[in-house]
C-alpha cells in the first residue's frame, strides 16, 4: 500500500456529544493519534488519498465522509447503525465490568473481563472490515482504532 493510501486526518461528529467521561476522552484522543501514527486505508476504485476522514451518525446511519488533503470532498459512504448496536451494547457493558473490577477484584478476575472486552473489540472491528469490504480496505490495526472511534460517536452524554 502506498503512503497515498492512508488516513492524514480523522475527525469526529460532535454536535451530539454533552460530555465524556476522561476515560472515554482518553480512548477517543489515543485511538486518532494512532490512526494517524500508522493505518492502512485505501478507497476502492481508484480514488488516491491521503485522506481526511470524518465520521458522523445520522438518522441511524453511520458516515464516513472521506475527504482530500485540502478538505475537497472525495467520497461519502454509510453504513447502518443497527448493525453494530448490539455489538458496541455489549462491548461498553463489559468495559464498565471492568472497570468496576480494577477497583476491587483480583488480577486474575480482571484479566478474565480484560479478555472478554478486548474479544468483543475484535469482534466489532471485524464487523467493520466486513461491512466496509466493498468500499475501502483497512488493516486490522485500523479497523479496531476505527471500532473505538464508532463505540465513542455512540456515546451521547
Do not use: W
Request: hydrophobic letters at 35%; one cysteine or more; a negative charge.
Amino acid at each position: 500500500m502506498s503512503d497515498k493510501q492512508r488516513i492524514i486526518h480523522v475527525s469526529l461528529d460532535e454536535h451530539t456529544v454533552i460530555r465524556r467521561s476522561p476515560q472515554i476522552e482518553h480512548e477517543r484522543k489515543v485511538a486518532i493519534y494512532d490512526i494517524l501514527e500508522e493505518n492502512q486505508f485505501e478507497i476502492l476504485g481508484g480514488i488516491e488519498g491521503p485522506y481526511n476522514l470524518h465520521i458522523s451518525t445520522e438518522e441511524n446511519r453511520l458516515i464516513f465522509d472521506v475527504r482530500d488533503e485540502i478538505g475537497g470532498p472525495l467520497t461519502k459512504f454509510t453504513l447502518p447503525i443497527s448493525s453494530f448496536r448490539s455489538i458496541v451494547k455489549d462491548y461498553f457493558v463489559v468495559c464498565d465490568s471492568y472497570f468496576q473490577a480494577i477497583k476491587t477484584l483480583t488480577p486474575s478476575q480482571i484479566e478474565a473481563i480484560d479478555m472478554g472486552r478486548r474479544g468483543l473489540h475484535n469482534e466489532g472491528a471485524e464487523l467493520l472490515r466486513d461491512r466496509l469490504a466493498d468500499k475501502v480496505k483497512i488493516d486490522e490495526n485500523t479497523s479496531r482504532r476505527l471500532f473505538t472511534l464508532i463505540c465513542v460517536l455512540h456515546i451521547k452524554a
